[in-house]
């Protein structure tokens, strides 16, 4: 643990070593770039400090004695030429000191001699042009030029030095600079080859350790393996005795018990049907029977003739409900003996049939009919079909909202290759699923007592949907409207 303690105090101050290095990386060339940029400034002042005394004072004095031996005026072209260039190159001298921290008020001195001399050479340029030789002898034997070099030599010995100090102390600046970074280098490399050599002992120590750990382990896989393969092969060969034994056990069980239970779904499903047959006939017969029964003894106890012809018209009434049960119950019958019609229906023409026979309800209802139906066939139990597409969209339009227009969408479209798939959308009254979801299929089962019906379209359709292997869904929602969704797959014959 203190090894590595240290391990990770030597990485740290590693770290920071290498930042300061960072930093005064930075610095020395910070350092580099004004050390540059003063050289650059002092090489512009040598330069131009030179272009006075060589282009500005030589020029002057060089025009000014050519014209004055020859009087010609090409001869006097330098003096112009040092009068001109003088201004642009005491600028860039003066911009370049005042970079550099130059007073420039010492060159004012230098500046006015110039300036003096200049005009003294034009006087004298002058006197010359007209030919007062005496006048001009006398102003160039004093010799003023001697005083203005006079002047620039020592100006340029106080610029000079000072320059010369600027570009020592810049210098010793980036010396210094240099000798810390390298300074810094040396110790992080005295840090670095330590640690690096510690870490490549201990990353070969582990290396090795796990190799051998990882040689140890795939040892213990094959031993293990190996203990695995003579298990499973003395399993399997126990196991394939069992199974020959037990072969013939096993098929005849599995054949008994698919015929038990196939027995059993039978015997279920006619058990259903005969409670609900059984239940009909205990409410749906009785009730009417019952009324009949007491007309009847109200025709034996009165004699008004009034009494007797309402109890006549209550019992027809009642009759005619009799006969109504009989024939759903005869409907329900039937449709237990239809499910071998299998047929090849033209979906399209079933589709026209139906809505034929609703025409007198779509036109009272004012009904909105969108209807997307695939043509081709489909091979099921024609009644079967016809009779669901018929209750789906009577009840989608004996059940509308009163309050809005009513719209009915009937979608009839292949599922896939075997399958079709029928969507029959109303925005109607809707059902209440939480209320009313597990007797919706139900017999005799009515969820609207306002409008006329006898509960049995549901019971039909679902019993239908399931004799053609089909399947029906419904989504619905009070005040929305309802849907229903039938999938029937392709019947063979």
């Known amino acids: 643990m203190r090894r590595r303690n240290s391990l990770f105090f030597i990485v740290g101050a590693i770290v920071v070593l290498l930042l300061a290095n960072i930093v005064l990386t930075f610095l020395n060339n910070r350092a580099m770039a004004e050390n540059r940029a003063l050289q650059q400034e002092i090489a ?14 030589h ?34 001298l003066e911009q370049s000191l005042t ?13 006015d001699s110039l300036e003096a001399y200049i005009q003294l050479c034009l006087r004298m340029k002058s006197l010359i042009d007209e030919d007062r030789f005496d006048q001009f002898k006398v102003i160039y034997e004093r010799n003023y030029g001697n005083d203005l070099w006079g002047a620039y030599m020592r100006t340029e010995q106080q610029v000079m030095a000072y320059v010369n100090q600027v570009d020592r102390e810049a210098s010793d600046r980036y010396e210094a ?29 582990a290396f090795s350790t796990l190799e051998h750990l990882r040689a140890m382990e795939q040892e213990k896989y094959r031993l293990m393996e190996e203990q695995n393969q003579t298990l499973e092969r003395k399993v399997t060969e126990r196991t394939r005795e069992i199974e020959q034994r037990n072969s013939g056990l096993e098929d005849e069980v ?25 239940f009909t006939v205990a409410h749906n017969l009785r009730a009417p029977l019952t009324r009949i029964m007491g007309l009847a003894n109200v025709i034996e106890i009165s004699s008004r003739p009034e ?33 071998s019609q299998v047929t090849a229906l033209p979906v399209r023409a079933v589709f026209d049939r139906v809505m034929k026979t609703l025409e007198a309800e779509v036109s009272e209802g004012s009904v909105a009919i969108a209807a997307s139906v695939t043509d081709g066939e489909f091979k099921t139990i ?19 909202d009163p309050q809005r227009e009513a719209q009915v969408s009937i979608s009839i479209q292949r599922e896939d290759a075997n399958a079709l ?31 006329d019906g006898k509960g049995l379209g549901l019971y039909l359709v679902k019993s239908q949907v399931l004799a053609m292997r089909g399947k029906v869904t419904t989504q619905s929602q009070v005040g929305v409207g309802t849907t229903f969704t039938v999938v029937l797959e392709e019947m063979t014959g």
């Not at 970079?99 to 500046?111: A, E, F, N, P």
């Not at 599995?254 to 279920?268: C, D, G, I, S, V």
């Not at 209550?314 to 049960?325: P, W």
């Not at 969507?423 to 409008?451: E, P, S």
């Open 382 to 400: 024609a009644p079967y079909f016809e009779s669901i597409l018929l209750n789906l969209v009577s009840n989608a339009i004996k059940y509308r």
């Open 177 to 205: 600079a240099v000798q810390k970074n390298l300074a810094l280098q040396l110790i992080i490399f005295v840090l670095c080859v330590p640690t690096l050599l510690y870490t490549a002992v201990n990353t070969r120590q």
């Open 44 to 57: 512009i002042v040598k330069k131009e400090y030179d272009n006075i005394g060589k282009i500005v004072i």
């Open 99 to 111: 970079k550099l921290g130059y007073d420039d008020s010492r060159l004012v001195h230098l500046r």
């Open 421 to 451: 798939k029928i969507v029959v959308a109303d925005n109607g009254l809707g059902i209440d699923l939480d209320k009313f979801g597990n007797n919706l299929f139900g017999l005799y089962r009515r969820f609207h007592t306002h409008v």
């Open 59 to 92: 020029a002057l004095d060089i025009g000014l004695r050519g014209y004055a031996v020859t009087k010609n005026p090409s001869f006097v072209t330098p003096l112009y030429d040092g009068i001109a260039i003088k201004g642009p190159v005491l600028n860039s």
């Open 307 to 339: 009494d007797q012809k309402f109890a006549i018209e209550k019992m027809v009434y009642s009759a005619r409900e009799l006969d109504m049960v009989i024939r759903d119950l005869n409907a329900i019958l039937e449709n237990a003996r239809r499910t």
């Open 254 to 278: 599995n054949k008994r018990t698919a015929e038990l239970q196939h027995t059993n779904e039978e015997l279920l499903e006619q058990n259903s049907k005969l409670e609900q047959f059984a």
